[in-house]
Structure formats: C-alpha cells, structure tokens
C-alpha cells in the first residue's frame, strides 16, 4: 500500500477497513509522495476501526517522524525484515536512506525498487524473482532514466520476469513509450 500525500482520500473512500483483519504498510523512504499520508492513515484506522496498523520500515528515522506527525503509539506497530519481507538497500536521494524489498506474496517472489538511482543492489535477487517493480524516469537524478536501463530490463524480462515500471508521472512520454522503440 502506497500512503503518498495524495492517497489517503483515496484509501478512504475506496476500502472498508472493516474487512480486513491485518493492514500492513510498507515505507521504502520518507519521501513525502510515499509517506506523505502515513500518520494521518494510521490514526484514521485506529479511532475509526479501532485497529492498529503495522509498518514495515527500515528508514533511521521512521519512529521520530511519526512522532513528530503526533501518531499515537497504541495504533501501530512497526517491524523491519520479517520472513516474507527482506529491505534492500538503494541509492536515492542524499537526504534519506531509501530502500527496495524483497517481497514473498501468494507464492510469487517480487522485487520492488523503490525510488532508486540505481539497479545494482536488486540483480543479484533476480534469479528468484517473478515480478519486478522499478522506478523509471525521464530525466534520471534521484531516479533511474529509462533510457538509459532499457537493454537491462529487456534482458531481465526475457528471463521470464514480468516487469512494471513505476513513476513515470509525464502523461505525453508514457503514451510515446506505448508506440515507438522503447517498447520492452
Ligand atoms: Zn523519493
Ligand atoms: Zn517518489
């Protein structure tokens, strides 16, 4: 689950709470467009459904800035790697440490990069992986720029590894994504 500043409306108007026994959240960084809405989330499910929502996350600084956000300690619990879950360490931006995962889900093993300015640390988790989640961009920086890892991920893929590209925020370059070379 994805907790972005702009989620919460999103999650709230669109699930019922009531019908889940677990809510578990995983935060890669502290990045608000991923952890934007984390405080407000858990408090909603803990004085709405009376429920106390687990973090995964192995950010330095995940318990300061939930308490710097007011989050009531009763309503959540936070953990790092567990046996389903593994935090793989990244390059992002300089002011956070940022991390992937190894994710095992329904039987599949998925491997999630997370904002990320480099592939590296993931390759060596590929042998095992069945889907492969990876932040591209159009520019680079903080970001991976698609361009520039294309030929790696088709290589990836036909390892038969199903690939979704996350991110990308610019409505005209996805769509020439969709109809011209950089089809993978
Ligand atoms: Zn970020
Ligand atoms: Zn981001």
Not at 39 to 50: E, K, N, P, R, T
Request: glycine content about 4%.
């Amino acid at each position: 689950m994805i907790v972005g500043f702009s989620i919460f409306e999103k999650l709230k108007n669109n699930f019922d709470f009531n019908k889940y026994n677990k809510i578990e959240i995983i935060i890669t960084h502290l990045h608000n467009d991923h952890a934007g809405s984390l405080s407000q989330f858990i408090l909603y499910i803990w004085f709405v459904y009376h429920k106390k929502v687990t973090v995964f996350c192995n950010c330095e600084k995940i318990k300061e800035y939930l308490d710097i956000t007011g989050t009531t300690k009763e309503a959540y619990e936070l953990k790092t790697n567990t046996n389903f879950l593994e935090f793989i360490k990244t390059e992002h931006a300089k002011e956070l440490d940022s991390y992937g995962f190894k994710l095992n889900l329904n039987g599949k093993t998925i491997i999630y990069t997370g904002d990320t300015a480099t592939l590296d640390p993931f390759i060596p988790y590929l042998d095992e992986c069945n889907e492969f989640y990876v932040d591209v961009s159009k520019s680079g920086g903080v970001h991976l720029k698609f361009v520039d890892i294309i030929e790696t991920l088709r290589k990836i893929k036909s390892r038969n590894i199903d690939i979704f590209l996350m991110h990308l925020d610019d409505k005209n370059y996805i769509a020439n994504l969709n109809n011209n070379e950089f089809y993978i």
